[in-house]
T-cell receptor, first 112, second 113 residues
């Protein structure tokens, strides 16, 4: 069964304190791995797509990386506005192209 | 236009009411989705339309009835809902082909009394 596990469940950082969020996945063939940011009461905002091991994508203070078993979302010198829930989702080859398997998310809080 | 819009933002309805949620996108996407999200949980897929035809129904109760009138619009008709159906309902869209990210709307917060 396809599975996505995110850790930690929640993370509190001070402003400027860099860290990483983890997304471990077990799928029978990876089509793609997606990172989203979700603010309370709002829809997920697309951040990155990663397709193959070794791939990296960057956007402002965020950098996503992918290995054969996990993905990391690195946050460098975060600001309070980076506080949100970060969701990881995978698209598996044995599922339809439209089905995503989501992790439970990591709730990130950046204190000023 | 890279936006998915949803109306209304908030909806309160009784268990005997009939209401509809609406979703619109103008990104040329031919796949559209309905998700349900409970607090502190990830989105849960309900329905997928590909080329305006229902392609996935995740065993959703019949009190939820989706409709895709054209390639830009998606509706979710609600009837005889239960209090446990209260949630954030999200619409998303994407290209139909593989390897395509889904773009989500802001959601409709539904409360069933």
């Amino acid at each position: 069964e396809d599975q996505v596990t995110q850790s930690p469940e929640a993370l509190r950082l001070q402003e400027g304190e860099s860290s990483s969020l983890n997304c471990s996945y077990t799928v029978s063939g990876l089509r793609g791995l997606f990172w989203y940011r979700q603010d309370p009461g709002k829809g997920p905002e697309f951040l990155f797509t990663l397709y193959s091991a070794g791939e990296e994508k960057e956007k402002e203070r965020l950098k996503a990386t992918l290995t054969k078993k996990e993905s990391f979302l690195h946050i460098t010198a975060p600001k309070p506005e980076d506080s949100a829930t970060y969701l990881c989702a995978v698209q598996a080859r044995n599922q339809g192209a439209q089905k995503l398997v989501f992790g439970q998310g990591t709730r990130l809080t950046i204190n000023p | 236009d890279t936006e998915v819009t949803q109306t209304p933002k908030h909806l309160v309805m009784g268990m005997t009411n009939k209401k509809s949620l609406k979703c619109e996108q103008h990104m040329g996407h031919r796949a559209m989705y309905w998700y349900k999200q409970k607090a502190k949980k990830p989105p849960e897929l309900m329905f997928v339309y590909s080329y305006e035809k229902l392609s996935i129904n995740e065993s959703v109760p019949s009190r939820f009835s989706p409709e895709c009138p054209n390639s830009s619009l998606l509706n979710l008709h609600l009837h005889a809902l239960q209090p446990e159906d209260s949630a954030l309902y999200l619409c998303a869209s994407s290209h139909v082909t593989s390897y395509n990210e889904q773009f989500f709307g802001p959601g409709t917060r539904l409360t069933v009394l």
